[in-house]
């Protein structure tokens, strides 16, 4: 078991700088919710995590842990929540997925922010999902699992 004197805020938002080639720097921006940084108590700057990117070139240089690559933690939080919505904020204010700038490809995954707001509004998209027989996507799911 891993033993830490660092009691702090274990979520955090980074950016990443691909350096190489100068003059042409890429960035990245991400952030680390895993489970095991409250669990096991992780400094943010000592966590080896580098994103989970699936463009090729930039997933290579992050599993190599390529020197070309600088990550600097931007913010952190105590809570997974905030640390998300900080990260899509940020992606959206700097266009960073419409941005040949950026290696962002799509905005963090909403189902995982876990917001009263977004519940709400996959309920809502649910219910009117209706299908060619009237039922909706929650009636749907209640058939699946057997309620009626």
Request: charged share 25%; proline share 3%.
């Amino acid at each position: 078991m891993r033993t830490s004197i660092y009691n702090g805020n274990n979520f955090y938002v980074y950016l990443i700088t691909d350096l190489n080639p100068i003059g042409t720097e890429r960035y990245y921006i991400g952030s680390a919710t895993r489970k095991e940084l409250s669990e096991k108590n992780i400094n943010p700057e000592e966590d080896t995590y580098y994103g989970s990117s699936t463009i090729k070139h930039f997933r290579a240089l992050q599993n190599s842990n390529s020197p070309q690559l600088e990550r600097i933690i931007i913010k952190t939080f105590s809570s997974k929540n905030e640390c998300r919505l900080m990260e899509e904020h940020l992606i959206k204010s700097h266009n960073a997925v419409r941005s040949s700038s950026f290696y962002n490809i799509s905005l963090p995954n909403s189902k995982f922010i876990g917001t009263s707001e977004t519940a709400f509004k996959g309920a809502q998209t649910k219910r009117d999902d209706v299908d060619a027989l009237g039922f909706n996507g929650l009636q749907r799911s209640g058939q699946k699992s057997g309620y009626t």
